[in-house]
């Protein structure tokens, strides 16, 4: 009997529906071929035309069936003309990861051969590293609370041990998992400004303590705008990098960018017992409804959540059709015929999405 696994899906806001229906069917169409597993969806109302709509964001009931979901699969969300009184945009993902306890952020950086990208890289040289942001404190541990008087603003960033702990557990855990697979050296970077700020010296010296728990894995450092230049001028020096929640916010842009554009970015935000799969993009109001968006990071995502279903319940099947779809997304990126505007191609959401699936389908 195959197992089945419950999937929570937020379509989202802006183009957030247009991206996430091809994916779905590309997921479904994995799933019926497969004796191992089945996936059953469960569409959730959350966004910002929710809250336009009822002043809400994020329902209980929506996040009551996110937390009882096997993972959840979340599309581009928040609309820059909706906002709350205090001017902040709508952001239930954010919500979301504070709920869940989603504290490891994973923004996959990978650059093939072939691939349009603004690095000059040497034919055939590729790119393939892992920013692990922390996603639940930090500089945006006091969103929604900060201070604002008439002539000064404050926030206040949070580092706590018990969450570092967990945080970089789980990048060492990473790196180790990227190096069986043949993926990396078994390297991770801590991220950080430990130069100046006493929290970022605390980030280290936690880091330094959970390296000794690794004495397989290299672990070594590097200042926050030192990495931004290195992942311009050499981002190959990178396998697995952890850093704090806003030098990651900025950081996984910056790898979005190296790549072609967010349209290539995907993303994991995992905790313990939960997880939401995500493009890194938002929800592009300036394109929405003209069938341009790129499917890709949504697609992407998804690969993400097989592959961590797969590895968490023990289904090599599930893993396995993580790397198919990854990969079918990067031979079409290489054929680079059905592609859509933002990577240089002029396919639509669809046919994009169609080329995908063609591929999924002839393996
Ligand atoms: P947020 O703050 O919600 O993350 P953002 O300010 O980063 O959003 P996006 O909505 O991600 O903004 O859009 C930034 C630019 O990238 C826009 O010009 C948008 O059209 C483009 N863009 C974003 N996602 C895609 C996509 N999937 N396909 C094509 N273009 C995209």
């Not at 043949?182 to 390297?187: I, T």
């Not at 997880?275 to 790129?294: K, L, R």
């Amino acid at each position: 009997m195959p197992s089945t696994f419950e999937i929570a899906v937020f379509e989202g806001d802006g183009i957030g529906p247009e991206i996430t229906s091809p994916t779905l069917r590309i997921l479904q169409q994995l799933s019926q071929a497969s004796s191992s597993y089945e996936l059953a969806f469960n569409t959730l109302p959350a966004g910002a035309n929710l809250y336009a709509r009822t002043g809400e964001s994020l329902p209980k009931a929506s996040l009551d069936g996110a937390r009882q979901a096997d993972a959840i699969l979340l599309s581009a969300m928040g609309m820059p003309s909706i906002r709350k009184s205090d001017g902040t945009e709508i952001s239930p993902q954010l919500d979301l990861r504070n709920e869940l306890d989603l504290f490891a952020g994973v923004r996959p950086v990978r650059i093939s051969p072939g691939q349009r990208t603004p690095l000059k890289l040497e034919g055939g040289q590729s790119v393939d590293f892992v920013l692990v942001r922390e996603s639940t404190e930090g500089l945006f541990y006091s969103r929604g609370t900060g201070e604002v008087g008439p002539d000064e603003a404050r926030e206040t960033l949070v580092i706590t041990r018990k969450t570092s702990e967990k945080l970089f557990r789980f990048a060492f855990n990473l790196a180790r998992q990227r190096q069986t697979a043949g993926q990396g050296e078994g390297r991770v970077t801590c991220v950080d400004k430990a130069n100046v700020f006493r929290s970022f010296a605390f980030f280290r010296e936690i880091f330094d303590a959970q390296a000794t728990l690794y004495p397989d894995l290299t672990a070594d450092h590097a200042y926050v705008d030192a990495t931004a230049l290195w992942m311009v001028e050499k981002p190959w020096i990178f396998d697995v990098m952890v850093t704090e929640n806003m030098f990651g916010d900025i950081l996984s842009d910056l790898g979005a960018g190296l790549m072609g554009g967010l349209g290539l970015a995907p993303s994991a935000d995992i905790g313990d017992d939960h997880a939401v799969f995500q493009p890194c993009h938002g929800s592009a109001p300036d394109i929405v409804g003209q069938g341009v968006a790129n499917p890709f990071a949504m697609i992407l995502s998804a690969a993400m959540m097989l592959d961590w279903l797969g590895l968490r319940h023990e289904n090599p099947a599930m893993v396995q059709d993580g790397n198919l779809l990854r990969d079918s997304v990067y031979a079409v990126i290489a054929d680079g015929k059905q592609i859509t505007r933002d990577l240089g191609g002029s396919s639509s959401t669809e046919e994009a999405a169609a080329a995908v699936l063609d591929r999924v389908g002839a393996s």
